[in-house]
């Protein structure tokens, strides 16, 4: 059978993506439930960039399967200086079972699935995180199951944002999202997001007006405002991001009940206030924590 890989969450199809729910719950009630499903398979991090959730719920979670992960820091490998990503993800092959790589450049974790001969999963490039939104969908249905529910993504419109919109066009999960005008999502996600959402009869909608977008939600997410590789443009951005801050007056317009959502790291007092990120209805840490749950699931599916 021919290898898989996850660059983005569109290569699974939704009833993939429902088993991967399926299979998380599992491991959300017993994080051992599958411990020597992976035993003796080792994966590789390729990471170019910090993390603290990816790198720790993928390195834990093979432990928990039985298996083994090796961290390849932005020091050690040096991707595509100290040698070609063709000849990285060649070797690697055939040491190891899978490699999650975190890029700057979308292309470098497209080359890396196709040069290898094992699995490749997206632990997020400049384009995509699909491992976050499988584990936000993952949350949410939790939360929601089948529940036609509004999404308010408030925001940049970056990697985090393009993959929701893509798995919420699949999963036919309703999604608005406010951005300062120029930092909308990419226009061919946005078109691809689109075909999707037409065909599960979902809605997407982007707007410049966040206090519209937070209307009567349910869900209310957001990203840091200068993400990682980005920091050359922070004062500009803190500038024009500041009227798409999550703080108490913007939380107000959405449903009592609303959940706050964020893929951490949060910068506190910028694109979020305390005051909510800390409040009950906020679930950052169970979402963190369901990373894990269904990267695991990914993990088993991918590379067993
Ligand atoms: N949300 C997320 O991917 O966190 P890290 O950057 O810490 O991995
Ligand atoms: N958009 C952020 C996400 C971090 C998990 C970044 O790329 O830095």
Redesign the pocket.
């Known amino acids: 059978m021919a290898k898989r890989d996850l660059i983005s969450i569109t290569d699974f199809k939704k009833q993939e993506i429902l088993g991967l729910f399926k299979e998380a719950k599992k491991f959300k009630k017993n994080p051992f439930c599958r411990k020597n499903a992976l035993s003796s398979k080792s994966i590789a991090l390729v990471f170019q960039?910090p993390?603290n959730?990816?790198r720790v719920s993928f390195e834990v979670g093979m432990v928990d399967l039985g298996g083994h992960a090796v961290y390849l820091g932005p020091d050690e490998l040096k991707l595509g200086v100290r040698e070609s990503v063709k000849d990285i993800a060649k070797v690697l092959s055939r040491y190891l079972d899978g490699i999650v790589a975190r890029t700057f450049k979308h292309e470098d974790v497209v080359a890396l699935a196709k040069f290898s001969t094992v699995p490749v999963i997206n632990g997020?490039s400049?384009l995509l995180?699909p491992c976050?939104a499988l584990g936000d969908l993952f949350t949410i249905d939790n939360y929601f199951g089948n529940k036609k529910i509004k999404i308010a993504f408030i925001g940049?419109g970056?990697?985090?944002l393009h993959s929701l919109l893509l798995g919420c066009g699949m999963l036919g999960r309703d999604i608005y999202a406010a951005t300062p005008a120029g930092c909308g999502p990419k226009k061919e996600i946005l078109k691809a997001a689109g075909k999707l959402a037409a065909r599960s009869k979902s809605t997407i909608e982007i707007t410049h007006d966040a206090c519209e977008c937070v209307s009567n939600a349910d869900v209310i997410y957001t990203?840091?405002w200068?993400?990682?590789?980005?920091e050359a443009e922070r004062e500009k951005r803190i500038k024009l991001f500041k009227p798409f801050q999550v703080n108490k007056k913007l939380v107000s317009l959405a449903k009592k009940s609303a959940l706050i959502m964020h893929?951490?790291?949060a910068h506190r007092g910028e694109e979020i206030t305390d005051e909510v990120i800390d409040s009950k209805n906020s679930v950052v840490y169970e979402q963190a924590e369901n990373r894990m749950h269904v990267q695991k699931a990914v993990l088993l599916k991918l590379i067993k």
């Open positions: 960039k993390s959730r990816t997020l400049e995180h976050q940049d970056n990697n985090v990203d840091v200068v993400s990682m590789g980005h893929c951490l790291p």
